[in-house]
């Protein structure tokens, strides 16, 4: 797959993502709680300097900006395939989400513990399809400081999951702590 029609098609699924998160924001459910600015600034900070290594790898200084990852047709072609899926399961996820969705860590009025849909297989989806964008962008960019980007995005949506899962923990006491044991939180079967 030439490099052009790679960086085409991943920059078309970010603009879907971007568009389709926007739109369904406006019709969601009145949040009853939210977390506070500390609380948030724990996952923002790193998510935004990770955006920042990501997407300017190649204009960053030696030696992030270093080529680690060959551009070969298979691996741009892996790449692409990454995004699709990616974006593909974070539609599918925030479909299933419906109004109870939120980009912050809040409870929705009448907030429902949702476990159908792509959450019979990973308890985090939208994070799932995120991250298989970032993958397929990392490859694309193929630098160091791509890499590190993917790294620092990754700790910050982990830091989010888990405070998410707290709050799920105090609002669901009696159904969560069983769906936890049953799904893994973003790779099934694994992780």
Same mark, same amino acid.
């Given at each position: 797959m030439p490099f052009p029609l790679a960086r085409t098609i991943i920059g078309a699924c970010w603009g879907l993502f971007a568009v389709v998160w926007v739109l369904a924001a406006l019709f969601t459910k009145r949040s009853v709680y939210r977390e506070t600015l500390a609380?948030?600034?724990?996952?923002i900070i790193p998510i935004l300097i990770g955006w920042f290594f990501l997407f300017r790898a190649g204009r960053l200084p030696y030696p992030l900006d270093v080529r680690?990852?060959?551009h070969t047709n298979y691996l741009l072609?892996?790449?692409v395939i990454f995004s699709i899926c990616g974006v593909a399961l974070c539609l599918w996820a925030r479909a299933t989400?419906?109004?109870n969705w939120s980009g912050t860590v809040t !409870? #929705?009025?009448g907030h429902e513990l949702i476990v159908r849909g792509p959450y019979r297989l990973?308890?985090?989806p939208i994070y799932t399809g995120i991250l298989g964008l970032l993958v397929g962008t990392a490859m694309l960019q193929a630098r160091i400081g791509a890499l590190i980007g993917l790294l620092l995005i990754f700790v910050s949506l982990w830091i989010k999951l888990r405070q998410e899962e707290e709050l799920? !923990? #105090?609002q669901f006491p009696d159904q969560y702590p069983a769906y936890?044991?049953?799904v893994k939180r973003l790779i099934p079967l694994v992780l």
């Open positions: 609380q948030r600034l724990r996952y680690v990852i060959p072609a892996v790449a989400l419906g109004r !409870l #929705k009025e990973v308890r985090h799920m !923990l #105090k936890q044991q049953r």
